[in-house]
């Protein structure tokens, strides 16, 4: 059984950074790509960013191409990261750790963490 288990997020000042982590356990990790989502209230889920299996390309919602980097932890493959800089209060979302096909879609990923709170003040 395939599991995702976020953690790092917390309360940050505007301007701040995070590092967010993604623990998966079970099997077939090496052969899917990693993402992250996150979802506001109010809002629809959004996508954050992407990464492949091998690590080698990415891919980042617009908003968030000069502050964000995904990546992923090569000597420990079930483990992948994102780094969020320059945060602001619209960044408050809960961020959702996913493992699937590489797609900027949620429905290409099957399988989710619980989701990390992150909130940004002001």
């Known amino acids: 059984q395939v599991q995702l288990v976020e953690y790092g997020g917390g309360l940050v000042q505007a301007g701040g950074s995070v590092r967010l982590s993604c623990a998966a356990s079970?099997?077939?990790?090496?052969?899917?790509?990693r993402a992250w989502f996150r979802k506001s209230p109010g809002k629809e889920r959004e996508f954050v960013a992407e990464?492949?299996?091998?690590?080698?390309?990415?891919?980042y919602a617009d908003s968030g191409k000069v502050r964000v980097t995904i990546s992923r932890d090569n000597a420990k493959n079930t483990e992948h990261s994102l780094e969020m800089h320059s945060l602001k209060p619209e960044d408050t979302a809960v961020y959702y750790c996913?493992?699937?096909?590489?797609?900027?879609?949620?429905?290409?990923?099957?399988?989710w963490g619980q989701g990390t709170q992150v909130t940004v003040s002001s």
């Open positions: 996913a493992r699937g096909d590489f797609s900027a879609r949620a429905n290409e990923y099957k399988y």
């Open positions: 079970g099997r077939n990790h090496n052969n899917y790509s």
């Open positions: 990464i492949t299996c091998d690590g080698n390309s990415t891919n």
